[in-house]
Structures are given as structure tokens and as C-alpha cells.
């Protein structure tokens, strides 16, 4: 018999699978921007200005909330700014920082 017939085949390596642990991630946007849409024509200046500051402070309420911040005494103004900024949103002002701790206060 030929050395050729008595060596095993071999057989060819599976090709790996990709699991959720070797998937790249991007972190430097952990959260989708929403989709924009028009708000009500003919409101006060005021109310607008008002409405934009809640869905600011409720972002940012929910960015603390998920990387561990859950008591308004660990989000201090320098805390609630730097997740504004690593979630893409201005440097809220002092009046947006007391609401941010306030809407945390009532997630209980």
C-alpha cells in the first residue's frame, strides 16, 4: 500500500463564529439620538424653553441612572456636565443640574 493511502486527511479548521463578546461595540455613543419632530406651533416662548429643559434634564436623569448614580446627592453639577458630555448633549445649566437631581429623586 502507498505511505500516501495510510496518512489520515485532514480536516479543514471550522471557521470561527462570531460571538457577542468579539463584536466590536461602539462606546462613545452608548445611546441612539431620537428621531426629532416638530413641537406645536403657537406656544408661549416660555413653554418651549420649559419643555426642552425637561427632555434634557430626563436624558441625562437616565444616562446617571445607568451608570450607577442613583441617589441626587451623588450627582453633583460637575457629574450630571460630564455625562452630558459623554452623551452628546450642551453643559446643562444650574436650573437643569436641580431638575436632573429632582426627576432622580421621584424614580424611586
Not at 13 to 38: G, H, I
Request: hydrophobic content about 35%; aromatic content about 6%; overall charge positive.
Amino acid at each position: 500500500m502507498p505511505a500516501a493511502a495510510l496518512k489520515p486527511k485532514s480536516t479543514p479548521k471550522p471557521l470561527p463564529t462570531q460571538s457577542t463578546t468579539k463584536r466590536p461595540v461602539r462606546m462613545d455613543l452608548p445611546y441612539a439620538p431620537m428621531d426629532k419632530r416638530p413641537l406645536p406651533p403657537g406656544r408661549p416662548r416660555e413653554w418651549y424653553v420649559t419643555h426642552n429643559r425637561r427632555l434634557k434634564a430626563m436624558r441625562l436623569a437616565i444616562a446617571l441612572l445607568d451608570s450607577g448614580v442613583y441617589v441626587p446627592n451623588q450627582a453633583r453639577n460637575e457629574t450630571i456636565r460630564s455625562t452630558a458630555e459623554m452623551i452628546g448633549v450642551h453643559p446643562p445649566s444650574d436650573t437643569t443640574c436641580h431638575m436632573v437631581r429632582a426627576f432622580m429623586r421621584y424614580s424611586r
